[in-house]
């Protein structure tokens, strides 16, 4: 059975923090792969900016094409919106019984965690393993015993940085993997001159 660590979010757009952190996570948290699980809607994000799902999945494939541990699903979207992690949790369980799945999230998301839908099914039927974020942090005293806390390190990178850059002209080599970039100057770029 393998141990696969699910990362769900917006990637929009996708960045090398993303990808540097995935890899790390295999390690830490003693898994065989990674996907990324690109979300439709993040319940508690209603009103940001979001490019079109079919983008947002295209460039996440690209960017994991030479990464034989990191994969994409767009298993949420076939799921109802907005998307819950539970219902993916256990669309991804029935789908693949051959796998074990633990649910990845920043220490943000573990702060604002007892808001999620279904956050006591999550913590009874897998694992959560927590990666520090600078704006929140978490001790693993302070952690319920099905959640470890993975010593990662803290990426200084985010989505909106980039977005702000590319509308701003400014460049954003080095940002994202270069088999995307100008992807995300041109779709970016687009989206914000409407």
Do not use: C
Not at 105 to 114: L, Q, R, T, V, Y
Not at 153 to 159: A, E, Y
Request: glycine share 6%; charged share 20%; hydrophobic share 45%.
């Amino acid at each position: 059975m393998s141990s696969i660590g699910v990362f769900g979010g917006s990637f929009n757009p996708i960045h090398v923090g993303h990808i540097a952190l995935a890899r790390e996570l295999l390690t830490v948290g003693g898994l065989d792969e990674v996907w990324f699980v690109v979300s439709p809607q993040n319940p508690l994000k209603r009103n940001a900016f979001l490019l079109e799902d079919a983008k947002r999945l295209e460039m996440v494939r690209l960017a994991l094409r030479d990464e034989p541990q990191l994969a994409v699903s767009d298993i949420e979207f076939r799921l109802p919106r907005p998307s819950y992690m539970l219902h993916t949790l256990q669309a991804l369980t029935l789908a693949h019984p051959q796998h074990r799945f633990s649910l990845l999230i920043g220490g943000d998301n573990w702060a604002a965690f007892d808001r999620w839908f279904g956050h006591r099914e999550i913590l009874a039927h897998y694992p959560v393993i927590v990666y520090p974020r600078g704006d929140s942090p978490i001790t693993a005293a302070d952690l319920p015993t099905n959640v470890t806390l993975a010593d990662t390190p803290l990426m200084d990178i985010s989505s909106t940085r980039i977005r702000q850059a590319v509308s701003e002209g400014r460049s954003i080599h080095g940002l994202v993997p270069a088999v995307i970039e100008a992807l995300v100057v041109k779709n970016y770029r687009s989206a914000t001159s409407l």
